[in-house]
Protein backbone atom coordinates (compact mmCIF):
# COMPACT_ATOMS: atom_id res chain seq x y z
CA UNK A 1 0.00 0.00 0.00
CA UNK A 2 1.25 3.49 -1.09
CA UNK A 3 0.02 6.75 0.30
CA UNK A 4 1.25 10.01 -0.59
CA UNK A 5 -0.03 12.83 2.00
CA UNK A 6 0.08 16.41 0.78
CA UNK A 7 3.26 16.14 -1.13
CA UNK A 8 4.96 19.25 -2.46
CA UNK A 9 8.24 20.09 -4.66
CA UNK A 10 8.93 23.16 -5.80
CA UNK A 11 12.32 23.39 -8.27
CA UNK A 12 13.06 27.08 -8.34
CA UNK A 13 10.35 29.25 -8.88
CA UNK A 14 8.44 25.99 -10.90
CA UNK A 15 5.88 24.48 -8.26
CA UNK A 16 6.43 20.85 -9.74
CA UNK A 17 3.47 19.14 -7.51
CA UNK A 18 1.36 20.51 -5.16
CA UNK A 19 -0.47 19.22 -1.88
CA UNK A 20 -0.61 15.92 -3.97
CA UNK A 21 -2.32 13.32 -1.97
CA UNK A 22 -3.52 9.83 -3.55
CA UNK A 23 -3.50 6.19 -2.43
CA UNK A 24 -2.51 3.15 -4.28
CA UNK A 25 -3.95 0.08 -2.74
CA UNK A 26 -2.83 -3.55 -2.72
CA UNK A 27 -3.94 -5.71 -5.23
CA UNK A 28 -5.08 -3.30 -7.67
CA UNK A 29 -3.51 -1.33 -10.36
CA UNK A 30 -3.33 2.22 -10.20
CA UNK A 31 -2.66 4.91 -12.81
CA UNK A 32 -1.35 8.12 -12.56
CA UNK A 33 -2.30 9.78 -15.24
CA UNK A 34 -1.46 13.45 -17.07
CA UNK A 35 0.22 15.22 -19.37
CA UNK A 36 3.79 15.96 -20.23
CA UNK A 37 5.15 18.39 -17.38
CA UNK A 38 1.87 17.33 -14.85
CA UNK A 39 4.74 16.36 -11.79
CA UNK A 40 4.53 12.61 -12.27
CA UNK A 41 7.79 11.42 -12.55
CA UNK A 42 8.39 14.09 -9.74
CA UNK A 43 5.69 12.45 -7.48
CA UNK A 44 7.15 8.82 -8.41
CA UNK A 45 10.39 10.15 -7.05
CA UNK A 46 9.30 11.38 -3.81
CA UNK A 47 7.15 8.46 -3.10
CA UNK A 48 10.54 5.83 -4.02
CA UNK A 49 12.78 8.17 -1.40
CA UNK A 50 15.16 9.64 -4.36
CA UNK A 51 13.23 13.61 -3.68
CA UNK A 52 12.49 14.52 -0.72
CA UNK A 53 9.53 16.38 -0.53
CA UNK A 54 9.17 19.97 0.94
CA UNK A 55 6.30 19.50 2.58
CA UNK A 56 4.23 16.21 3.13
CA UNK A 57 5.08 12.07 3.06
CA UNK A 58 4.45 9.18 1.72
CA UNK A 59 3.90 6.13 3.79
CA UNK A 60 4.94 2.85 1.64
CA UNK A 61 3.28 -0.22 3.70
CA UNK A 62 3.46 2.22 6.61
CA UNK A 63 6.95 3.18 6.63
CA UNK A 64 7.69 6.89 5.93
CA UNK A 65 9.22 7.74 2.93
CA UNK A 66 10.67 10.89 5.19
CA UNK A 67 11.86 9.45 7.93
CA UNK A 68 12.36 5.59 7.22
CA UNK A 69 13.71 6.50 3.83
CA UNK A 70 15.65 2.48 4.02
CA UNK A 71 12.62 0.95 5.67
CA UNK A 72 10.17 2.35 2.92
CA UNK A 73 12.28 2.03 -0.26
CA UNK A 74 12.80 -1.75 0.65
CA UNK A 75 9.27 -2.91 0.16
CA UNK A 76 9.72 -0.74 -3.13
CA UNK A 77 10.35 -2.30 -6.80
CA UNK A 78 11.10 0.70 -9.36
CA UNK A 79 11.45 0.81 -12.97
CA UNK A 80 12.45 4.42 -13.21
CA UNK A 81 12.04 6.60 -16.15
CA UNK A 82 14.65 5.63 -18.28
CA UNK A 83 15.67 2.78 -16.75
CA UNK A 84 19.26 3.33 -16.07
CA UNK A 85 20.64 -0.60 -16.43
CA UNK A 86 24.53 -0.87 -16.48
CA UNK A 87 25.42 -0.83 -20.44
CA UNK A 88 28.87 -3.26 -19.65
CA UNK A 89 26.84 -6.21 -17.67
CA UNK A 90 24.65 -8.24 -19.03
CA UNK A 91 20.92 -7.97 -18.83
CA UNK A 92 21.25 -11.46 -16.58
CA UNK A 93 24.42 -10.01 -14.57
CA UNK A 94 22.37 -6.67 -14.26
CA UNK A 95 19.53 -8.73 -12.46
CA UNK A 96 22.40 -10.65 -10.42
CA UNK A 97 24.07 -7.26 -9.33
CA UNK A 98 20.37 -6.08 -7.83
CA UNK A 99 19.75 -9.40 -6.02
CA UNK A 100 23.19 -9.12 -4.42
CA UNK A 101 22.27 -6.00 -3.53
CA UNK A 102 18.86 -6.60 -2.04
CA UNK A 103 20.71 -9.36 0.17
CA UNK A 104 19.61 -12.54 -1.97
CA UNK A 105 22.14 -15.28 -1.38
CA UNK A 106 24.34 -16.34 -4.28
CA UNK A 107 22.25 -19.37 -5.32
CA UNK A 108 18.84 -17.53 -4.84
CA UNK A 109 19.61 -14.17 -6.41
CA UNK A 110 20.74 -16.98 -9.18
CA UNK A 111 17.47 -19.27 -9.47
CA UNK A 112 15.19 -15.48 -9.21
CA UNK A 113 17.19 -14.13 -12.08
CA UNK A 114 16.64 -17.34 -14.34
CA UNK A 115 12.78 -17.51 -12.99
CA UNK A 116 12.30 -13.45 -14.47
CA UNK A 117 14.23 -13.96 -17.33
CA UNK A 118 11.86 -16.87 -18.45
CA UNK A 119 8.26 -14.66 -16.75
CA UNK A 120 9.54 -11.53 -19.11
CA UNK A 121 11.08 -13.80 -22.28
CA UNK A 122 14.54 -12.36 -22.32
CA UNK A 123 16.05 -15.90 -22.93
CA UNK A 124 17.44 -14.57 -26.32
CA UNK A 125 19.30 -11.70 -25.02
CA UNK A 126 19.78 -12.62 -21.40
CA UNK A 127 23.13 -13.18 -22.01
CA UNK A 128 23.87 -10.11 -24.20
CA UNK A 129 26.03 -6.99 -22.88
CA UNK A 130 22.62 -4.33 -22.48
CA UNK A 131 24.84 -1.92 -24.05
CA UNK A 132 22.96 -1.55 -27.39
CA UNK A 133 20.00 -3.20 -26.42
CA UNK A 134 16.47 -2.03 -27.69
CA UNK A 135 14.34 0.27 -26.16
CA UNK A 136 12.23 -3.06 -25.32
CA UNK A 137 15.01 -5.06 -23.62
CA UNK A 138 16.03 -2.35 -21.87
CA UNK A 139 12.87 -2.06 -20.01
CA UNK A 140 12.58 -5.46 -19.26
CA UNK A 141 15.86 -5.80 -17.97
CA UNK A 142 15.25 -3.21 -16.07
CA UNK A 143 11.73 -4.28 -14.61
CA UNK A 144 13.32 -7.55 -13.78
CA UNK A 145 15.99 -5.93 -11.84
CA UNK A 146 13.23 -3.71 -9.90
CA UNK A 147 11.38 -7.29 -9.35
CA UNK A 148 13.88 -9.35 -7.81
CA UNK A 149 13.73 -8.93 -4.22
CA UNK A 150 9.86 -9.50 -4.72
CA UNK A 151 8.60 -5.91 -3.48
CA UNK A 152 5.18 -5.86 -2.31
CA UNK A 153 4.83 -2.82 -3.80
CA UNK A 154 5.53 -1.81 -7.73
CA UNK A 155 6.42 1.64 -9.05
CA UNK A 156 6.92 2.54 -12.83
CA UNK A 157 7.15 5.78 -14.41
CA UNK A 158 6.08 5.52 -17.93
CA UNK A 159 7.10 2.17 -18.44
CA UNK A 160 5.54 1.33 -21.96
CA UNK A 161 7.21 4.02 -23.48
CA UNK A 162 8.84 2.72 -26.66
CA UNK A 163 7.67 -0.64 -25.96
CA UNK A 164 6.67 -2.67 -28.93
CA UNK A 165 3.17 -4.01 -29.24
CA UNK A 166 4.68 -7.49 -28.15
CA UNK A 167 6.62 -5.77 -25.27
CA UNK A 168 3.61 -3.92 -23.91
CA UNK A 169 1.16 -6.99 -23.81
CA UNK A 170 3.96 -8.77 -21.71
CA UNK A 171 4.03 -5.90 -19.53
CA UNK A 172 0.24 -5.72 -19.30
CA UNK A 173 0.10 -9.45 -18.39
CA UNK A 174 3.17 -9.39 -15.71
CA UNK A 175 1.15 -6.36 -14.08
CA UNK A 176 -2.09 -8.15 -14.26
CA UNK A 177 -0.46 -10.92 -12.48
CA UNK A 178 1.23 -8.61 -9.69
CA UNK A 179 -2.31 -7.53 -9.27
CA UNK A 180 -3.78 -10.55 -8.93
CA UNK A 181 -1.19 -11.99 -6.38
CA UNK A 182 -2.11 -9.15 -4.34
CA UNK A 183 0.63 -6.61 -5.07
CA UNK A 184 0.31 -2.91 -5.18
CA UNK A 185 1.07 -1.88 -8.45
CA UNK A 186 1.09 2.12 -9.46
CA UNK A 187 2.46 3.79 -13.15
CA UNK A 188 2.22 6.51 -14.51
CA UNK A 189 1.19 7.13 -18.08
CA UNK A 190 0.60 10.24 -20.28
CA UNK A 191 -1.46 7.82 -22.54
CA UNK A 192 -5.07 7.64 -21.63
CA UNK A 193 -5.61 4.32 -24.18
CA UNK A 194 -2.74 2.73 -21.82
CA UNK A 195 -4.23 3.45 -18.66
CA UNK A 196 -8.18 3.07 -18.98
CA UNK A 197 -6.76 -0.64 -20.74
CA UNK A 198 -4.88 -1.66 -17.66
CA UNK A 199 -5.92 0.14 -14.42
CA UNK A 200 -8.43 -0.40 -11.50
CA UNK A 201 -7.99 3.24 -10.00
CA UNK A 202 -7.01 6.09 -11.97
CA UNK A 203 -5.03 9.48 -10.57
CA UNK A 204 -5.83 12.77 -13.05
CA UNK A 205 -2.87 15.02 -12.29
CA UNK A 206 -1.83 18.48 -14.13
CA UNK A 207 0.06 21.32 -13.35
CA UNK A 208 1.09 19.34 -10.17
CA UNK A 209 -2.16 19.30 -8.54
CA UNK A 210 -4.50 16.39 -8.32
CA UNK A 211 -7.78 16.83 -10.52
CA UNK A 212 -9.75 12.99 -9.94
CA UNK A 213 -9.09 9.90 -8.50
CA UNK A 214 -11.09 6.53 -8.79
CA UNK A 215 -12.24 4.18 -10.80
CA UNK A 216 -12.28 4.56 -14.23
CA UNK A 217 -16.13 4.58 -14.26
CA UNK A 218 -16.74 6.69 -11.76
CA UNK A 219 -14.23 9.74 -13.70
CA UNK A 220 -16.42 8.83 -16.51
CA UNK A 221 -19.57 8.76 -14.88
CA UNK A 222 -21.28 11.58 -17.09
CA UNK A 223 -18.80 12.58 -19.49
CA UNK A 224 -18.85 9.70 -22.35
CA UNK A 225 -15.59 8.27 -22.63
CA UNK A 226 -12.44 8.48 -20.13
CA UNK A 227 -10.94 10.38 -22.70
CA UNK A 228 -13.34 12.85 -22.97
CA UNK A 229 -13.66 13.04 -19.00
CA UNK A 230 -9.74 13.66 -19.28
CA UNK A 231 -9.59 16.54 -21.35
CA UNK A 232 -12.35 17.68 -19.83
CA UNK A 233 -10.53 17.82 -16.82
CA UNK A 234 -6.95 18.98 -18.04
CA UNK A 235 -9.05 21.54 -19.92
CA UNK A 236 -7.78 20.80 -23.12
CA UNK A 237 -3.93 20.85 -22.44
CA UNK A 238 -2.15 18.60 -25.11
CA UNK A 239 -2.37 14.82 -24.47
CA UNK A 240 -1.54 11.70 -26.05
P1 LIG B 1 6.03 14.54 -15.79
O1 LIG B 1 6.78 13.36 -15.30
O2 LIG B 1 4.57 14.50 -15.46
O3 LIG B 1 6.25 14.80 -17.24
P2 LIG B 1 7.86 16.03 -14.09
O4 LIG B 1 7.55 15.60 -12.71
O5 LIG B 1 9.06 15.45 -14.73
O6 LIG B 1 6.57 15.85 -15.01
O7 LIG B 1 8.04 17.61 -14.11
C1 LIG B 1 7.11 18.50 -13.50
C2 LIG B 1 7.64 19.93 -13.63
O8 LIG B 1 8.79 20.08 -12.81
C3 LIG B 1 8.07 20.31 -15.04
O9 LIG B 1 7.75 21.67 -15.23
C4 LIG B 1 9.56 20.10 -15.00
O10 LIG B 1 10.21 20.92 -15.94
C5 LIG B 1 9.90 20.47 -13.57
N1 LIG B 1 11.09 19.71 -13.06
C6 LIG B 1 11.14 18.38 -12.82
N2 LIG B 1 12.35 18.02 -12.33
C7 LIG B 1 13.08 19.17 -12.26
C8 LIG B 1 14.41 19.47 -11.85
N3 LIG B 1 15.23 18.50 -11.37
N4 LIG B 1 14.81 20.75 -11.91
C9 LIG B 1 13.99 21.71 -12.38
N5 LIG B 1 12.74 21.50 -12.78
C10 LIG B 1 12.27 20.25 -12.74
MG1 LIG C 1 7.94 11.94 -16.28
Redesign the pocket.
Known sequence: MIEAQHLS?R??A?V??REVSLRAADGRITGLL????????????MLYTVLRPDTGDALIDGYSAVRTPLEAARRLGVLA?GGGIYPNLTARENILYFARLHGLARAQGRSRTAELIALLEMEQFADRRAKGFSQGERIKTALARALVHRPRNVLL??PTNGLDVMAVRTLRRLLGSLRDAGHCVLF?S?VMQEVSALCDEVVV?AA?TVLASGTPEAIRAGSGTLEEAFVRLIGGAEIS
Open positions: KFGVAVGPNGAGKSTTLRQDESHIG
